[in-house]
């Protein structure tokens, strides 16, 4: 709906300076363009919003025309009401609504097949194969200095390890539940407490938590792993990571925080994990979704907020 006002008004503003002889004449006119346009607009995004069950199950040769014919009649009933813009005549009008019209839905075309389903496919197994633990090698070592000491501890790390990497080489193109991706994140939390032992601490907000929510993969992991690695690793006293998930309204929302330590680390390998987080959320829900950075009473907050989905029971 944004983008259909946002490209709407942008073609208004343009057909005002096209016909604009004088650059005083371009407010006025773009204020005068605005009164008569908004409204119809307004009342064919509402529209189309109340009869999309309709046309969702309509055929592609069909989809086209019937928006077309909502919005050609809302022209029509538009038109004597507020009269034609700078006196255009009514079939100027309508040409212009149609022209307008044409653009958007081309440029929603367009879209549609940059973001199809191959391409978008691609594209998430691209990015979720460039997300792979650097705890990997120490890891493995804490299993090796623990493996004399407690060999049962040993054996069951490997097992976490290895039902981690299970996890992380499938083919992610689908959502998935939430309560797979905080258990995924348990394991590796497991793995980490090996070797930092109790400079790890991990406050878990599980109260509010969406019940059957499902979430893109890896989303989580890669957050705690920063929080880890720029908040914890760096320091010699204890440090907390905070997770809060809950859900607000039609919205589930997730927060990871750690301390902020003065001990200078590359940032580019949390930038990296960030962008790549960005990239995935507007894949699978493009405007819906959003994730924000804070740094205020020394911790360091990734909030992210995203629709909620639920599983078909």
């Not at 819906?288 to 599983?311: F, H, N, Q, T």
Request: hydrophobic share 50%; with cysteine.
């Amino acid at each position: 709906m944004l983008r259909v006002i946002l490209l709407v008004n942008a073609l208004a503003m343009a057909t005002v300076v096209l016909h604009s002889r004088a650059g005083a004449e371009i407010v006025p006119a773009g204020v005068a363009w605005a009164g008569w346009l908004e409204l119809p607009l307004f009342i064919t995004i509402l529209l189309l919003y109340v009869i999309q069950p309709v046309l969702v199950r309509l055929a592609p040769g069909r989809f086209w025309p019937a928006v077309m014919a909502v919005i050609a009649l809302v022209a029509v009933f538009a038109y004597p009401p507020f009269g034609a813009p700078s006196g255009v005549a009514f079939w100027r009008w309508m040409g212009w609504s149609i022209l307008a019209s044409c653009a958007v839905m081309g440029y929603f075309d367009y879209r549609g097949r940059l973001y199809s389903p191959a391409l978008t496919e691609a594209r998430l197994h691209a990015l979720t194969a460039r997300i792979r633990p650097h705890f990997l090698f120490n890891s493995l070592n804490a299993v090796l200095g623990v493996m004399r000491e407690d060999p049962r501890r040993a054996e069951v790390a490997l097992e976490e390890l290895a039902d981690m990497f299970r996890v992380l080489m499938k083919e992610h193109k689908e959502l998935v539940a939430l309560d797979s991706e905080i258990s995924l994140c348990e394991r590796y939390l497991d793995l980490e407490r090996l070797r930092l032992g109790e400079r790890l601490v991990v406050n878990w907000d599980l109260s509010c938590k969406p019940a059957q929510a499902l979430v893109p993969p890896l989303l989580l992991q890669p957050l705690l792993e920063n929080a880890v690695y720029h908040g914890i690793e760096p320091s010699q006293q204890p440090g907390d990571i905070a997770v809060r998930v809950a859900r607000r309204s039609s919205e589930v929302l997730i927060e990871v925080s750690n301390p902020i330590v003065d001990t200078p680390r590359a940032q580019k390998g949390n930038q990296i994990a960030q962008a790549n987080i960005r990239e995935r959320l507007a894949l699978f829900f493009d405007l819906e979704a959003d994730m924000r950075i804070d740094r205020s009473g020394g911790r360091y907050s990734v909030r992210i907020r995203l629709p909620y989905r639920r599983l078909n029971t």
